[in-house]
């Protein structure tokens, strides 16, 4: 399990890394929320992620300041905004999926479709585990 965290946090660092050099990696977590769920308000991303909320704000500020994201009102609170990405970024981020989906099948050329079915089946269960904890 240590080799699967190392290996997945070195992932997400040079995933971080090739979208932007400005972007700290924590940043890149909360624009991956972004873009999977805009329109998001920040207490949605601060209750899902677990980081600070003064992190999370910088973090947003950043990415607004660097073209990333935009910001809206809040038709529910006008006090408050719901973040979205932008196209750039959408399109930025398909580019590291398609990217990270073609390191994986490189990784896994060699099994079997069995196989992989198998782990599929396997990390699925193993994940839908810990998330019932």
Avoid at 57 to 66: A, E, F, P, T, Y
Avoid at 72 to 87: F, H, I, K, N
Avoid at 108 to 125: E, I, N, P, T
Wanted: glycine residues 6%; proline residues 6%.
């Amino acid at each position: 399990m240590a080799r699967i965290v190392r290996a997945t946090r070195a992932f997400l660092l040079e995933n971080a890394a090739r979208f932007s050099p400005e972007l700290p990696p924590s940043g890149f977590w909360v624009l991956r929320h972004i873009v999977k769920n805009a329109p998001v308000a920040p207490g949605a991303i601060v209750a899902h992620i677990g980081m600070d909320k003064s992190v999370v704000s910088r973090h947003l500020r950043l990415l607004k300041d660097l073209g990333f994201v935009t910001s809206v009102p809040d038709p529910a609170d006008g006090r408050a905004s719901l973040y979205e990405p932008t196209a750039a970024t959408l399109q930025r981020m398909a580019d590291i999926r398609h990217e990270v989906q073609s390191a994986y099948a490189g990784v896994l050329d060699d099994w079997s479709d069995d196989d992989v079915r198998r782990f599929v089946q396997l990390l699925g269960a193993f994940n839908d585990s810990l998330e019932s904890r």
